[in-house]
């Protein structure tokens, strides 16, 4: 249960301060970056791809927070969720690391086309996303991102708001630099969680008052992160129970037939949660499984990448996992009958 809450909490904290570096580079160039983003379609996949292609899930993480803001689409989550695999992207490349590196090329590529068609689906079936954040927004009221002359006047008569967030940030660094959340070995996840809560911290230590509060607390802090952490921490622990007590015994399932396991590798990825899809990179590794399948399994599984939209839309969950499902499978069928 420990290391549920630990994970919870890393995921809503990254998920926190990418929302709210999102909503800060909205106010810095006035609303233009997000609005030349949201119109380059094939911009959205080329980057929510490169995103996914990060070991671990902190991109798809980002990706989630800007398709909750409507910064990027619904393709682009997509496109992010093909291309990462999740944690298992490390094992893969302590294991076989040349063959790990062609496996997410592929997914890299694979993200970038089922981005576009993802979206193509979409407009020719009019799915509905039904986000609950209505989007980006710049006020007419002063909402300065570095009032230097009021700082300091705006420390002396600290609002609520920006006391708390610096206390939460404060001990969010702590706890990262101490290794109580994170990884514990200085790697470049580490380093990225403690560089963007620093860079968290100083704009809620430096931003106008209007900002702070209205941006960042009624909009992030008080609608989307309880959402986020609830709905989180809940699939954890459902996921674990499941997990923990389903004996899967996929030496007799391979024995049933390659399209039988090639089924059940799709299956076992719909699981929205790292672990369950560590025993295919093992089984690859062991010669006893095509890498078809393991392709396959990393298609439709994305880590905890999708845990922070169940918050958001669960029908935009539930439509991307059926998406990578289908994909998963023809891609996979596709790769057994061409002999990989």
């Keep these: 249960m420990i290391d549920i809450l630990r994970h919870t909490f890393l995921i809503t904290g990254f998920v926190f301060v990418m929302m709210l570096v999102i909503e800060y580079l909205n106010i810095l160039t006035a609303g233009v970056w997000g609005r030349r983003l949201s119109r380059n379609r094939w911009g959205q996949y080329l980057l929510a791809s490169a995103l996914g292609f990060l070991p671990g899930c902190l991109g798809a993480f980002a990706v989630v927070a ?8 619904f393709g682009a989550v997509v496109a992010a969720m093909i291309a990462t695999a999740g944690d298992e992207s490390f094992v893969m490349l302590a294991l076989f690391p040349g063959r790990a590196v062609q496996i997410l090329a592929v997914l890299f590529v694979l993200g970038i086309a089922g981005g576009a068609a993802a979206d193509l689906f979409m407009r020719r079936y009019g799915f ?5 954040c209505a989007g980006l927004e710049i006020h007419d009221q002063s909402c300065a991102c570095f009032p230097r002359s009021e700082i300091v006047k705006q420390w002396r008569e600290c609002i609520p708001a920006r006391g708390i ?14 290794g109580q959340v994170g990884p514990q070995e200085w790697n470049w996840i580490r380093q990225t969680l403690l560089a963007v809560s620093v860079i968290a911290l100083f704009i809620v230590a430096t931003v106008h008052d209007h900002f702070l509060e209205d941006h960042m607390w009624n909009h992030i802090a008080k609608k989307h992160i309880p959402r986020i952490f609830l709905w989180t921490l809940g699939a954890l622990v459902v996921f674990y129970v499941l997990t923990e007590h389903l004996e899967l015994s996929l030496e007799s399932i391979a024995g ?17 949660q790292s672990g369950p899809h560590m025993i295919f ?21 994305e880590g905890h990448g999708l845990l922070p939209l169940l918050a958001e839309s669960k029908r935009s969950v539930l ?4 998406f990578k499902f289908i994909l998963g499978l023809v891609i996979g069928a596709a790769a057994l009958e061409a002999g990989y």
């Design 66 to 73: 800007m398709y909750s803001h409507r910064v990027v689409g």
């Design 281 to 301: 990179v093992t089984f690859y590794a062991k010669g006893a499984m095509p890498i078809s399948i393991l392709i396959a399994n990393s298609i439709v599984q």
């Design 128 to 132: 509905s996303e039904s986000l609950k």
């Design 256 to 272: 049933r037939g390659r399209y039988v396991f090639l089924l059940t590798a799709c299956l076992v990825g719909l699981i929205p």
């Design 319 to 322: 439509a991307i996992k059926a």
């Design 165 to 178: 967030l610096a206390v939460v940030l404060g001990v969010v660094i702590i706890v990262i630099i101490t």
